[in-house]
C-alpha cells in the first residue's frame, strides 16, 4: 500500500502541475521558486548593468584613443616648436656672426680715419712749409696765395699734378669767370678780399653756386671740390658762414688760415 502511494505522488507530481505547486507551496518550494524568479530578474537588470557598464568602457577607450591622438599631435606641434626654436638659434648666431662682422668694419674703419686723421696732419705740415716758402715771394696777391694753398691741398690728397690758377666756363651764352679752378680733379672756387655783411655773403655763396653748376654740365660731373676763400670777415659773421658753406658741401678758407700757414 505504501509503495503504490508512492507512485501515485510521483505520478501526480510528473503529471499534475497543481498539484506539484500544491505539493511545493506546503513545503516551501512555491517560495524558493519565487525567490528564483527575482533573482534571475536581478540578474537580468545585472547583466543590463553590465552592458551599459561595457558600453561606458568603450566609449572611455574611444576617449582615451582620442586622448592619445590629441598627445601626438602636441607632441608633432612641440617637434615643430623645437625646430623653430632651433631655427631661431640658428639664426641669431648667424646674427651675432654678422654684427661681429660690422664691428671687425667698424675698427676698420676707425683705423682708417686714424691713418686718414695722421695722414691730414701731415698734409697741413706740408701746407705749412708750401706757404712758408710761397710767404717769401714779392707782389703775391690773396688770389695767388689761396690758389697755391689749394694746389698744395690737393698735392697732399693725391693729385701732384694738379694745377689751380683762374678758369672760365659757358652758361648760357655767357662767359663766366672762375677765380679758382682746376679741371682733375674738377675744382671750382671763387675769392673774395672781404664779406661786410650777410647780403655779401649770399651774394658770394649763390656766385660759387651758379660756376659750379656750369661746370658740372660742362664736365658732366659734379666738382671734387667747391671752394669758398674769404680774406676777411667780422667775427659775427663767420659762424653764419661756416654754417651755409657746410649747408651746400662748399669748403671755406679764412684769410687768418692762408696766414697762419704762412707765419709757420
Not at 509503495?3 to 506546503?26: I, M, P, Q, S, T
Not at 646674427?95 to 667698424?106: M, R, S
Not at 651774394?203 to 671734387?224: C, H, M, N, Q, W
Not at 657746410?246 to 697762419?260: A, F, Q, T, V
Request: contains cysteine.
Amino acid at each position: 500500500m505504501a509503495v503504490d502511494l508512492k507512485r501515485e505522488l510521483l505520478r501526480l507530481l510528473d503529471e499534475d502541475e497543481e498539484f506539484r505547486y500544491a505539493v511545493a507551496g506546503r513545503i516551501g518550494i512555491l517560495e524558493i521558486l519565487k525567490r528564483l524568479d527575482r533573482l534571475e530578474e536581478g540578474q537580468n537588470r545585472l547583466w543590463e548593468s553590465n552592458n551599459r557598464l561595457w558600453e561606458e568602457v568603450r566609449s572611455l577607450r574611444k576617449g582615451q584613443e582620442k586622448l592619445w591622438e590629441e598627445v601626438r599631435n602636441l607632441r608633432e606641434g612641440q617637434n615643430k616648436l623645437w625646430e623653430e626654436v632651433r631655427n631661431l638659434r640658428e639664426g641669431q648666431n648667424k646674427l651675432w656672426e654678422g654684427q661681429n662682422k660690422l664691428w671687425e668694419e667698424v675698427r676698420e674703419l676707425r683705423q682708417g680715419y686714424h691713418r686718414l686723421d695722421s695722414r691730414v696732419s701731415r698734409l697741413e705740415m706740408r701746407v705749412s712749409k708750401g706757404f712758408a716758402e710761397l710767404g717769401s715771394a714779392l707782389g703775391v696777391t690773396y688770389e695767388m696765395h689761396a690758389n697755391a694753398y689749394i694746389q698744395v691741398l690737393l698735392e697732399g690728397l693725391g693729385y701732384p699734378d694738379a694745377k689751380v690758377s683762374r678758369g672760365y666756363v659757358l652758361k648760357d651764352g655767357e662767359v663766366l669767370e672762375i677765380d679758382m679752378f682746376c679741371e682733375e680733379p674738377l675744382v671750382v672756387g671763387e675769392v673774395t678780399t672781404r664779406l661786410k655783411d650777410e647780403e655779401e655773403m649770399s651774394r658770394e655763396i649763390a656766385k660759387l653756386l651758379d660756376r659750379v653748376e656750369a661746370a658740372s654740365t660742362k664736365y658732366g660731373k659734379k666738382p671734387f671740390m667747391a671752394v669758398l676763400s674769404v680774406g676777411v670777415a667780422p667775427e659775427n659773421l663767420v659762424e653764419k658762414l661756416r654754417t651755409e658753406t657746410e649747408k651746400h658741401g662748399i669748403k671755406l678758407i679764412l684769410g687768418r688760415e692762408i696766414e697762419e700757414a704762412l707765419s709757420a
